[in-house]
């Protein structure tokens, strides 16, 4: 037992010694949720209002992907947004320091709507 | 009555060592050519939005094809009784699921997301003939598996007719579940008819079987087993008769389609102006996999029955790859028809002639399926008793009696 | 100014809705069913404004490789051999009442929404593209590579199959689709955008007191896109 204790501490020992992630700031004031419940279940309501949304239709639920984006994405010195899933940006950045690679991204855009300067 | 023993192959022997090394390799490589494929996009394969299955699928078919119709030799010795039949009916079993398993694995891994196999297990749309082949696929493992061990178990003998009977059943109707993937598309024209199942039964007795005859040769002549020319003479002669079944469901398909007068332009396409189709249709599937092997099988042809069997089954495996290849690609190939009697043309190509040219990546990743088949066959006859230690003329003879 | 073209320039302008918006939290109802009747008489043959619309409101960028890349809707140019006679007229996915590809879809990803709208569920598309080989109307294409600058409405990536969505993050939102607004807007107005089953819309008076054609109305798969002229 006190081996199997002395183990997991060793295993977890790196994450523990990892810096925490530093978050950038939202645009918003409050989240949906609160944060422990944010972190806890951000891909459960995800995934659900996903399917509201895309198969029955259902428009303006809370757990917007676009709204997390547009909330929590921020933008460089010229004043162009830089991708939520790029290095140090808050999906990123957590998501690294989890471990857990989310496959959002692979379609979802990563940067909320610019005003298109053609319209 | 002679008791048929069965006994393993002996592993790491040198051939044993060189032969999954071999196939090993092969494997590699084609997992390799599917990192790339995944990695950079569908688009390094030779598959468009106009052909949008290709090589692998090509070979995958095959497989697939074939698996249900190796189950052939064991079904002949249990379900309809021929004694001579019955020492193969373990290995019959084996190249089942082997060649099964080496087809699916090409399937699956040319979806754009192979990492979501999990979702089509989870996720079954039950209108889609693609879902119920999801489940037929998954099942055949499961009953082949269990038909195995009655034949292996004697303990399980009461359950042998009745696991025979169903993995016969199963067999038929997978066969007829992959033929309807293409029969239920009405608005291919190279498609879309019933007679595609049966059809896709036929080609399969008579892959499986010539699947099974040449593994049959090479294991008898690396392991050293005796191998009766009474046995290949009857398996060679059944080979004939699947073939001539193919040919005749494969020109009753042709016929009907130039029959509808609709259907005309695309059938003088596939017969007479297709290119590369119409060269590996008559060439290919007609004159190798189809006429050449009849008259090995029932012609004079002075060769001994050991030498003919090969060829033969060589014969039907090349034809089978074209009349495959003939089917699902040259069949894409012929554009879709949204205005019939109408000439299109469009940024999107449509109503003309699709071009594809497969890749070696796709005809790398089609040959690790042969290659995962091989191996599984391999591990199988090494670690169980599939193979028996003697296939002589006395042995079959001596059944035959009782 | 003709009636015509008045009408046009205000829904050009985007001063009217045609529909209005979804309920924020109502599921889309099977008593709307939307559908397009395109005039293919007001389609001239090098015209490109409804394609050209679809592919910047979709972000559909392309690597400008035309076997491969997306395209969700076209042009096709059709030409009667026996006559000569030759029109021009857009297809996109023609959103079925009886759609193959929903039928064949292993996994139930190609779907039909209760307002008839067939879209892909990316999220459980494996890429096995049977709705490609299903589909009459050739409507959908296939991510062939990684995917760059998607709109935040329309998400699409590398493996999954893709098509016309009948612009429904607009339609949800009381707008039109991008390729009707456009023809109004730049082209002669040759797309009517509604809902077939209220009985007051503009495109239901239309296709019940003019004649209008499918294509392909033979396969019996009851398209929502209508034509008059072919």
Known sequence: MGGLLLMLLLVTLPALAADLPSL????????????????????????HQRDDTMRLGIRGGKASLKDCVACHSTADTAGKPVPINAEGQFCQSCHAYAAVKPDCFECHATTPTVKEASR | ?????????????????????GLGAVIVAALAAVWTMEHQGHWVTGMTNQVVWGMPHVFAVFLIVAASGALNIASVGSVFGRAPYQPLG??????????????????????????????????????????????????????????????????????????????????????????????????????????????????????????FILVLLFVAKTTRRPLGDQLLTRLVRLLGLFVAANLYFLALHHVTQLYFAGRGAVESYILTGGGIYTTLFWGGQVALGGIFPLIIAFGGCGHAVRK??????????????????????????????????????????????????????????????????????????????????????????????? | MTE????????????????????????????????????????????????????????????????????????????????????????????????????VCPTGASMKRADGIVLVDRHICIGCRYCMMACPYKARSFAHEEQTGQKPYLPRGKGTVEGCTLCVHRIDDGRLPACVEACAAK??????????????????????AEATTRIRADLGMEPGVRYQGI
């Open chain 3, 187 to 208: 082209a002669k107005g040759a797309m009517l955008f509604g809902d077939l089953k209220d009985p007051t819309s503009e495109i239901a008076k239309r296709v019940a």
């Open chain 1, 24 to 47: 950038p700031k939202p645009k918003g004031e409050a989240c949906i949720a609160a944060n422990d419940v944010m972190r806890r279940d951000h891909p459960d309501m995800l995934k």
């Open chain 2, 90 to 211: 373990r290995m019959s079993g084996l190249l089942a699921i082997a060649l099964l398993a080496g087809g699916l694995a090409v399937l699956v891994l040319d979806l754009g997301r192979p990492d979501r196999l999990f979702v089509a297990m989870t996720h079954f749309n039950f209108k889609s003939i693609f879902a119920w082949n999801v489940i037929l696929y998954s099942g055949f493992f499961g009953v082949v598996a269990a038909y195995l061990w009655t034949m292996m178990d004697w303990r399980a003998k009461a359950f042998y007719k009745p696991a025979a009977l169903a993995a016969f059943v199963w067999r038929l109707i997978l066969t007829t579940g992959t033929g309807c993937i293409f029969g239920f598309l009405v608005a291919r024209e190279a498609y879309g008819a019933a007679v595609m199942a049966p059809l896709f039964i036929a080609m399969s007795f008579a892959y499986g079987l010539a699947v």
């Open chain 3, 4 to 103: 015509l073209s008045r009408r046009h320039l205000i829904l050009a302008s985007g001063a009217i809705l045609l529909v209005s918006p979804a309920q924020a939290g109502q599921p889309a109802s099977a008593a709307k069913r939307w559908g397009l009747l395109i005039d293919t008489r007001k389609c001239a043959t090098d015209c490109t404004v409804c394609v050209d619309a679809c592919k910047s409101e979709m972000g559909l960028s392309g690597h400008d490789r035309p076997l491969t890349d997306a395209q969700y809707i076209r042009k096709v140019d059709v030409k009667d051999p026996a006559t000569g006679n030759a029109h021009s007229l857009p297809v996109m996915c023609q959103h079925c009442a009886k759609p193959a590809c929903v039928d």
């Open chain 2, 308 to 402: 003919r069997s090969a060829m033969a089954s060589a014969l039907v495996v090349l034809g089978g790859l074209a009349q495959v290849y003939v089917l699902i690609i040259g069949g894409q190939s012929w554009p879709l028809d949204l205005f019939p009697g109408m000439e299109a043309t469009s940024s999107f190509a449509d109503g003309r002639i699709h071009a594809y040219v497969p890749t070696v990546l796709e005809i790398v990743l089609g040959i690790g399926g042969i290659g995962i088949f091989g191996f599984i066959v391999l591990v199988g006859v090494t670690a169980l008793r599939l193979l028996p230690t003697d296939l002589g003329d006395s042995v079959a003879e001596s059944d035959n009696m009782c």
């Open chain 2, 1 to 21: 009555m002679i008791k048929t023993e069965y006994k393993e192959v002996r592993p790491f022997t040198p051939g044993w060592v060189a032969l999954a090394g």
